[in-house]
Structure formats: structure tokens, C-alpha cells
């Protein structure tokens, strides 16, 4: 087996960059023996650390879960997973997965806020929104270790009991079913007055397939208004598409770097032929500014960082809040017509125009500001948001550093969910 040729271009985990479709006849071997015969030669061929795989045969896991977790390089790669292609092509192609499409975290306090909602989420009936504290699921007070339990399957149909905290301090109760949640990867888009000229602001949820046409309306507002700054904020933006956080790159320094190298993909040796720049394009809605403010925190990872770290050599880059994930690399999705499963290793690098990019250890902001998550996205007096307008007019922010234990702990997800970083 080997992988034929490459299709749709809209596919990358972010750093997820096309599909590969995996060619093979149909054998008499049962499906996980075939799947586990396909990963191993992917993996041999494409994975980024195939030299430091151990020695193993392929016969002697159950399923190709179990293989990769022996294949898998544990001090570097805390990413490559294996999902179903219905559940990858939902989330990329249509912008959906099973859930409730909220985002949490625990402050120091172990209190349990959301951080984020999509518009489409079961909860947004019942009045739920960022600043927002889960104070209860099934009755069972949340805690790191336990609250993905408490959230049960990503199956549609499961039901959880919630007991919530709204801002004035009110107990709200309540049941909600997990279904299938669309998302809206602006969360939003607004300008401010500052001083002489306008600030942009936008807060991005995820790059993904939809993102280009909401960042194109988002921008074009933008440029309407003859805005002279613009803060990004990717707070909870675990990555995506390359294609997309290009698109974002193109919008904010393509009027400006035309032309030039955003990123440059760098495989294993095996596969040096996929190795190619990315280039920054104009485009209708590219601003013309010279310096930007990205917010972000230990949930802005892969193609987040991607964005910012390519665009480091071309535009004045200021980053607020704390630093980012670490994941300077990148999967394909490989499938076969023979099975359902979905193979998504890391398989390339992206460095920037000045051959930097390996950030495993997260790219560090120039501005410490704690994530007021119980302020509402927009509201001046967040402490990130802040901090950002005050050093874009030359002020002092109204928030000082914050303290080590002032961080937030988000709770963990694997595989796909990892990558969409929502509930």
C-alpha cells in the first residue's frame, strides 16, 4: 500500500495541510489487520519521526489505535491520532461535531467558567455565555481530573444535568443533550475609536472551512471603517486548516508583504518532494498596517501559532496574555475506501521566513495579562483586551502582570477533540 495520489486541499490539521487517499485492493484479512498494514506503511513513509519508530510487527496489535500508540515518538509527538473520516469531514467540511459547543477552564480557585459559546449550542437557550460558571454536572462538582468524565461520550442524545452559575450570582438548572453543534468560528468582530484613529477587534475561534468567508466579512468591515489597528484574539483557537490561517496571514500583512514567504513545509527526507513555500497573497479585504496585536494564551496552538510565527518577519507583532501551546507541526489525514477510520499523523514542519519554528515549548508574549474570562468578549475592561488598547494609543493598562496562580488550567482533550478544543 501506498498512498496513490493527494486530494482536497481543504483539509489540515493544523496544521492539517490536504488528504492522502489510500489505495489498496481488498484483502482477505480482517479490516484492523489491513488498517494496521496501511499505518505502518504510512507512517514509515510520512511520519516526521519515522527513524526513532521502535522495531514492531504490525500482526500483533488489535487495531491500528494500538499501533500508533507503539509507533508513536512520546517525546515530541503528543498529537498524531486516529478518528473515523465521518467525524473528520463533519468538523472540516461542515463545521460541526457532537457536543454542546462550549469552551471551559478552571481558574485557581477550581471553579469551572465558560470561556466561550458557538451560537448554535443547546445551551444558548437557557441564557449561557461567556462569564458563566459550571457549578454542577450530574450533580458532581467538576474538577480537572473529573470533568471529562462527568461530560460522558460524544454521542448524540447524551444528557447531562447542569447547575450553572450566571453573573448576578443565580443558580440556573437545567438538562441539555449533546447533539450536532455548527459552529461560528468568529466569535467577534467589532472596531473602537481610540485616540486618532480606529482599532480592529476579532476573536477567532478555529481555521476550518468556513473561517475564510467569516474572516472576509469580518475584514470587510474592517477596511470599510479605515481602521489603523487591529488585535487579534486566538485565546481559544486550537488550530485548523493551513489554508485558512494563511487566508487570516494574507488578510492582515498581504498588502503590505505581497508575495513573500509566510511558511515553508518541511517533511522527513523520504518525502523532501513536498517540501514547498507558502506565499502571502493581497486580497481584496488585506489592510494596510504595519504592526498587529495577537491575544493569546495556552490554547492557541498549530495553526495559530503557525499564523503568528509566520508572520513575525513581515509585520510589527506585539502578542498579549500568555504564551502560546507549542505545536510547531502538522498532520495529513490519510484514508482508504476499504475502512472507516481516518489516520492523521504528524507528517511536516513549518518554518518561517526566517528558518525559525521549532516553538515545542510555546511561542512567549510581550505582555503578561491574565484571560478575564468573566468579563464578555468586547468589554473594554478585560484585562487582555485592555492591555492590548493601551499599548496600541501608548497608555498604561489598567491591569498590572498577573500572579503565577492567576493562570487558568483548561481541561484536556485527545485526537479531533483536541484539535476542535470545545465541548
Given at each position: 500500500?501506498?498512498?496513490?495520489?493527494?486530494?482536497?486541499?481543504?483539509?489540515?490539521?493544523?496544521?492539517?495541510?490536504?488528504?492522502?487517499?489510500?489505495?489498496?485492493?481488498?484483502?482477505?484479512?480482517?479490516?484492523?489487520?489491513?488498517?494496521?498494514?496501511?499505518?505502518?506503511?504510512?507512517?514509515?513513509?510520512?511520519?516526521?519521526?519515522?527513524?526513532?519508530?521502535?522495531?514492531?510487527?504490525?500482526?500483533?496489535?488489535?487495531?491500528?489505535?494500538?499501533?500508533?500508540?507503539?509507533?508513536?515518538?512520546?517525546?515530541?509527538?503528543?498529537?498524531?491520532?486516529?478518528?473515523?473520516?465521518?467525524?473528520?469531514?463533519?468538523?472540516?467540511?461542515?463545521?460541526?461535531?457532537?457536543?454542546?459547543?462550549?469552551?471551559?477552564?478552571?481558574?485557581?480557585n477550581g471553579k469551572l467558567w465558560i470561556t466561550f459559546i458557538f451560537d448554535d449550542s443547546p445551551l444558548r437557550k437557557h441564557g449561557v455565555d461567556r462569564g458563566w460558571r459550571i457549578d454542577a454536572l450530574n450533580g458532581v462538582k467538576p474538577t480537572p481530573s473529573n470533568v471529562n468524565d462527568l461530560f460522558g461520550p460524544s454521542n448524540v442524545g447524551v444528557t447531562v444535568d447542569f447547575a450553572?452559575?450566571?453573573?448576578?450570582?443565580?443558580?440556573?438548572?437545567?438538562?441539555?443533550?449533546?447533539?450536532?453543534?455548527?459552529?461560528?468560528?468568529?466569535?467577534?468582530?467589532?472596531?473602537?475609536?481610540?485616540?486618532?484613529?480606529?482599532?480592529?477587534?476579532?476573536?477567532?475561534?478555529?481555521?476550518?472551512?468556513?473561517?475564510?468567508?467569516?474572516?472576509?466579512?469580518?475584514?470587510?468591515?474592517?477596511?470599510?471603517?479605515?481602521?489603523?489597528?487591529?488585535?487579534?484574539?486566538?485565546?481559544?483557537?486550537?488550530?485548523?486548516?493551513?489554508?485558512?490561517?494563511?487566508?487570516?496571514?494574507?488578510?492582515?500583512?498581504?498588502?503590505?508583504?505581497?508575495?513573500?514567504?509566510?511558511?515553508?513545509?518541511?517533511?522527513n527526507e523520504k518525502q523532501s518532494k513536498l517540501n514547498k513555500p507558502i506565499y502571502i497573497k493581497k486580497r481584496d479585504n488585506s489592510l494596510n498596517i504595519s504592526r498587529a496585536v495577537f491575544i493569546t494564551s495556552g490554547q492557541s496552538a498549530s495553526a495559530s501559532e503557525l499564523a503568528i510565527n509566520g508572520l513575525f518577519p513581515h509585520l510589527d507583532l506585539t502578542l498579549v496574555g500568555s504564551k502560546t501551546y507549542g505545536k510547531p507541526v502538522g498532520m495529513y489525514v490519510f484514508t482508504s475506501d476499504n475502512y472507516d477510520w481516518a489516520f492523521i499523523p504528524i507528517c511536516f514542519k513549518i518554518l518561517n521566513a526566517n528558518n525559525e519554528g521549532d516553538y515545542y515549548n510555546g511561542i512567549p508574549v510581550d505582555i503578561n495579562q491574565i484571560d478575564g474570562i468573566n468579563y464578555p468578549f468586547g468589554n473594554l475592561d478585560e484585562p487582555c483586551l485592555n492591555s492590548a488598547i493601551a499599548f496600541i494609543q501608548g497608555l498604561a493598562p489598567k491591569y498590572g502582570m498577573p500572579s503565577a496562580n492567576e493562570r487558568l488550567e483548561y481541561p484536556i482533550q485527545k485526537g479531533l477533540y483536541g484539535e476542535i478544543g470545545a465541548w
Open positions: 500500500m501506498k498512498a496513490k495520489h493527494l486530494t482536497n486541499a481543504r483539509l489540515a490539521l493544523c496544521i492539517l495541510a490536504f488528504t492522502l487517499l489510500v489505495s489498496c485492493s481488498k484483502s482477505d484479512t480482517s479490516p484492523n489487520m489491513e488498517a494496521n498494514k496501511d499505518l505502518m506503511s504510512i507512517m514509515d513513509d510520512y511520519y516526521l519521526w519515522y527513524d526513532k519508530m521502535p522495531s514492531v510487527k504490525y500482526e500483533n496489535y488489535y487495531s491500528p489505535n494500538e499501533l500508533l500508540e507503539a509507533l508513536r515518538y512520546r517525546e515530541l509527538d503528543k498529537w498524531s491520532y486516529i478518528t473515523t473520516r465521518q467525524e473528520i469531514e463533519a468538523y472540516y467540511d461542515d463545521a460541526q461535531f457532537i457536543g454542546f459547543g462550549i469552551g471551559m477552564a478552571f481558574d485557581q450553572m452559575i450566571n453573573p448576578d450570582g443565580e443558580t440556573v438548572r437545567f438538562s441539555a443533550s449533546k447533539r450536532a453543534v455548527t459552529m461560528n468560528t468568529v466569535l467577534l468582530d467589532t472596531v473602537y475609536s481610540a485616540g486618532q484613529g480606529k482599532v480592529a477587534y476579532i476573536v477567532l475561534k478555529g481555521f476550518i472551512g468556513k473561517t475564510n468567508q467569516e474572516l472576509d466579512q469580518a475584514f470587510g468591515n474592517f477596511l470599510s471603517q479605515g481602521v489603523s489597528d487591529l488585535i487579534v484574539d486566538l485565546r481559544y483557537n486550537t488550530g485548523g486548516l493551513v489554508s485558512a490561517a494563511s487566508y487570516l496571514s494574507d488578510l492582515m500583512a498581504g498588502y503590505t508583504a505581497n508575495n513573500q514567504i509566510l511558511g515553508t513545509y518541511v517533511h
